[in-house]
């Protein structure tokens, strides 16, 4: 989030206007407020399981900024098909695996079992189904020998915060096709 809000200078296409979490602890509000971004927090909790409710809540509180794009970055839980219809296109998520291999959790070790020579991150539009939108961009990474699914995530998360602006800042100016690195 850090590197999406602090890319958005210049001649960049966009502007961050809102960080909002569910997580009322989470380290990125202080850091928004910090480069005086606006933020919220919509709990997930007090709906007990009622993600309508919940999504209504957050969709409210994105509408009072009027966000071009949405930018999923941690974003922890599962969004449905009305929310993402909601802001149909507009959805961003970077997910720390060569998509399409390995949706869903604990993508490092399982690369790691799978005995693969390289890994990487991917950024894509979200769909309905998870970490099934089109691919906006990746950026890969070799496995070294030794790799736990620690040093592998750090190696990666590294790319991470060098895909996901060069996606954000393609894709803010209204192109939509995918970016490759290295
Ligand atoms: N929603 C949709 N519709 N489509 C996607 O591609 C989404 C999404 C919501 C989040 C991020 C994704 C990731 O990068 C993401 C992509 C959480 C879960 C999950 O199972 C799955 C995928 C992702 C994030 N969440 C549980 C839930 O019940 C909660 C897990 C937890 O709290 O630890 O929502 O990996």
Known sequence: ???LADSMTGDHPARPVLVLSNNPEAGGLEKA??????TAVVDHRPFK????AFEAAVSAALEAHAPDIICLAGF???????FVGRWQGR????????LPKYRGLDTHARALAAGDTEAGCTVHEVTAELDDGPVLGQARVPVQPGDTPDTL???V????HVLYP???RRFAGGDRRPVYLP
């Not at 961003?92 to 060569?98: A, D, E, F």
């Not at 998360?157 to 991470?160: P, R």
């Open 157 to 160: 998360l590294e790319q991470e």
């Open 153 to 155: 995530a750090a190696r």
């Open 1 to 3: 989030m850090v590197s």
């Open 49 to 52: 399981g009622d993600r309508a």
């Open 166 to 168: 060069a996606v954000l």
């Open 33 to 38: 407020r910090a480069r005086g971004i606006a």
């Open 91 to 98: 959805i961003l998520n970077i997910h720390p695996s060569l």
């Open 76 to 82: 922890m839980r599962v969004l449905t098909a009305d």
